[in-house]
T-cell receptor, first 112, second 113 residues
Framework: DAGVTQSPTHLIKTRGQQVTLRCSPISGHKSVSWYQQVLGQGPQFIFQYYEKEERGRGNFPDRFSARQFPNYSSELNVNALLLGDSALYLC???????????FGPGTRLTVL | GENVEQHPSTLSVQEGDSAVIKCTYSDSASNYFPWYKQELGKRPQLIIDIRSNVGEKKDQRIAVTLNKTAKHFSLHITETQPEDSAVYFCAASIWGNNNDMRFGAGTRLTVKP
């Protein structure tokens, strides 16, 4: 049984570029949440999607956007990248219980 | 909004000793408190969680206690082993509502053999 998967594993971009990160939840899970984890800190909530609708947004600028597809996979887009966007981006899925989240391996984004 | 503080930031213990990590939260509406373990370069993994209708939960060598009045909860690891070495994160949210789970800053636990 596959867990949460994310792609790509690593990504290097330059300032001003745009990036798209992808997440596939555990089979049967309908909720996907995105987190940003800066080195040495805990994950910070960015978005939650449930049944393809945005259920919550954290304190991030409009450069960050996301969507969820009919198969419940999700994409996180970040425009006009800044150096401070360098971080590990984690996706977490949850099922009926909503709260028990299972994390993917993350995408490490480096902005130069 | 919710604010979660976690202490200590680093903790070093001898193998076999106990380790305790403490978190406080600010929002009295929070009623779900999970703990995650993150090994170097790996994903956070849920190790135990507690809802506010109970004061303590145990799973083998791991236990979590919750004091709703004081708004703090703690992770207890007994008989520590070197493989317990990792960063541990506490979090708080409202059960049934994942859209604003707040994490503590993490505790780096080192278990010396």
């Amino acid at each position: 049984d596959a867990g949460v998967t994310q792609s790509p594993t690593h990504l290097i971009k330059t300032r001003g570029q745009q990036v798209t990160l992808r997440c596939s939840p555990i089979s049967g899970h309908k909720s996907v949440s995105w987190y940003q984890q800066v080195l040495g800190q805990g994950p910070q909530f960015i978005f939650q999607y449930y049944e393809k609708e945005e259920r919550g947004r954290g304190n991030f600028p409009d450069r960050f956007s996301a969507r969820q597809f009919p198969n419940y996979s999700s994409e996180l887009n970040v425009n006009a990248l800044l150096l401070g966007d360098s971080a590990l981006y984690l996706c977490a899925s949850s099922g009926q219980a909503h709260n028990e989240q299972f994390f993917g391996p993350g995408t490490r984004l480096t902005v130069l | 909004g919710e604010n979660v503080e976690q202490h200590p930031s680093t903790l070093s213990v001898q193998e076999g000793d106990s380790a305790v990590i403490k978190c406080t939260y600010s929002d009295s509406a929070s009623n779900y408190f999970p703990w995650y373990k993150q090994e170097l370069g790996k994903r956070p993994q849920l190790i135990i969680d507690i809802r506010s209708n109970v004061g303590e939960k145990k799973d083998q060598r791991i236990a979590v206690t919750l004091n709703k009045t004081a708004k703090h909860f703690s992770l207890h690891i007994t008989e520590t082993q070197p493989e317990d070495s990792a960063v541990y994160f506490c979090a708080a949210s409202i059960w049934g509502n994942n859209n604003d789970m707040r994490f503590g800053a993490g505790t780096r636990l080192t278990v010396k053999p």
